[in-house]
């Protein structure tokens, strides 16, 4: 019987590798670590519950939703708590409410009336149209202004990729915002036009989509999947090269019992960019990632901290805070992780979850567990008025955590569409190829588990 073999257990190629297996198809998961999930990874210790990786998932997609339910997981799901709506950005050096209104962003000091006026303008700014690819820091200064980009997208950029504004491509890393004034001529037209069709296709806008998360954190979702899969996920297991056969594929395995190989109908490579350029390539066409290995995945550390509630002033009521490069911290942002979720910390006490590094600060993330601390909680003193020594840490260091999609990206899904189109059964998907969040991987893991499918089912 037809098999598929599918590279990488995070949770884009545990939801593929699911809904094959519901499909009645034979799936093998190769997973080169020791444990499913990939940087999702919950801790709980004296009460409280640390996220090392993501902290939420955002339901952008009805599909999204379809797999808790598939996956048994819906009394296990939490949704925050009704005051975690508030977002922060700092500025002054303190964090400041973000506007949820047209009055509120009138009214806010967040940006000056210089810049509440440039943001009034932009339906009349012209589009670009001379097909030059921007950095969304270009994007941003031409339609709202200098200001903006500093105290708002910046942030923002360091919050969702841990990215540099001056680098990432706006077409590749926020192509709706691209989508939105090519098709509408202006970002404030299109939120507005764009809202029914939107309503159409089931999409919820990132900034609107519910937020969930489980009982013991979101590490309860790739459990439950490999739960199901059962033997059919094999861990500490590399996948070394793929050999195109007669009729698929033969994989050479290492593992800690030696060498081996495996014959497969079709392939997912669901791993890291860096993973594949490393993949080395036998087929009947040209086949070389090489490139991939340039790909930008800058380090990331995530301090999760405990507190007594007496010794941080700030209420801490909402998701957190974002920090632009331009108010001078080391960390880029912090989470109110017990204020999203119920215990997530002891009674009387608070969790904090803030990032370092990235490509603001990339030679800070691998400092040793003590000096992260210390850094964040220099910067939480002075960001939230934090005193007293943290009650609870939890450090995770990410030596390449999120793919930056940086200007000229296209090449590499280019690539990969070109592989595809001359190689029907290998198939790529993940946060390398279809948007870094975790919703964005779990669709491409429904996604590819139809098309996978669909092929099957043709040959």
Not at 70 to 87: I, K, Q, V, Y
Not at 245 to 268: C, F, K, N, P, Y
Not at 382 to 397: D, M, S
Request: glycine share 10%; charged share 25%.
């Amino acid at each position: 019987m037809k098999s598929v073999a599918i590279i990488g257990g995070g949770i884009t190629g545990l939801t593929a590798a699911f809904y094959l297996k519901r499909a009645g198809l034979p799936v093998t998961v190769y997973e080169a670590g020791n444990h499913a999930g990939g940087v999702i990874q919950s801790f709980r210790q004296d009460g409280y519950l640390a996220e090392s990786g993501p902290n939420t998932i955002l339901e952008t997609s009805p599909k999204v939703g379809q797999l808790v339910r598939d996956a048994g997981l819906e009394s296990r799901r939490l949704d925050p708590a009704p005051t975690a709506e508030a977002r922060y950005v700092v500025r002054y050096k303190r964090p400041i409410q973000m506007p949820g209104s047209p009055l509120g962003f009138l009214t806010t000091e967040l940006f000056s009336l210089k810049a509440k006026l440039a943001v009034l303008r932009e339906p009349f700014v012209p589009p670009r149209r001379d097909g030059k690819e921007e950095s969304i820091a270009e994007f941003v200064t031409r339609r709202l202004g200098q200001e903006f980009l500093d105290h708002a997208i910046d942030a923002l950029v360091a919050g969702v990729y841990a990215g540099d504004p001056w680098k990432l491509s706006v077409a590749q890393a926020f192509p709706k915002l691209a989508q939105l004034e090519a098709k509408y001529g202006s970002l404030i037209k299109g939120q507005i036009l764009g809202a029914r069709e939107r309503r159409k296709r089931g999409e919820i806008a990132k900034d609107r989509a519910p937020k969930f998360s489980f009982d013991e954190g979101l590490q309860v979702l790739p459990d439950t999947l490999r739960e199901y899969l059962g033997e059919a996920v094999r861990f500490n297991t590399s996948v070394c090269k793929l050999e195109q056969a007669a009729e698929g594929w033969t994989l050479q395995l290492r593992d800690s019992a030696g060498e081996s190989s495996a014959e497969h109908s079709a392939v997912i490579y669901a791993g890291t960019a860096h993973g594949l350029a490393k993949l080395e390539f036998n087929a009947r066409v040209p086949v070389n990632f090489a490139a991939f290995s340039e790909i930008r995945c800058p380090p990331v550390a995530s301090v999760v901290l405990g507190f007594r509630r007496e010794d941080v002033s700030h209420p801490c009521e909402g998701f957190g805070a974002l920090i632009p490069k331009i108010e001078g911290f080391k960390i880029l942002g912090t989470i109110f992780s017990s204020s999203l979720f119920p215990n997530r910390a002891p009674a009387g006490h608070l969790t904090l979850t803030s990032y370092i590094g990235g490509e603001r600060h990339p030679e800070l993330a691998s400092l040793p567990e003590d000096e992260l601390v210390a850094l964040t909680c220099e910067d939480l003193r002075v960001l939230l008025g934090v005193k007293g020594k943290p009650t609870f840490h939890r450090c995770a260091f990410y030596p390449k955590a999120i793919p930056q999609y940086n200007v000229g990206y296209g090449r590499n899904r280019d690539l990969m569409n070109q592989t595809e189109a001359s190689l029907p059964n290998l198939f790529f998907a993940g946060h390398y190829r279809d948007g870094i969040s975790l919703s964005d991987s779990i669709v491409s893991g429904c996604n590819i588990a139809e098309r996978v499918k669909g092929f099957i089912s043709s040959v």
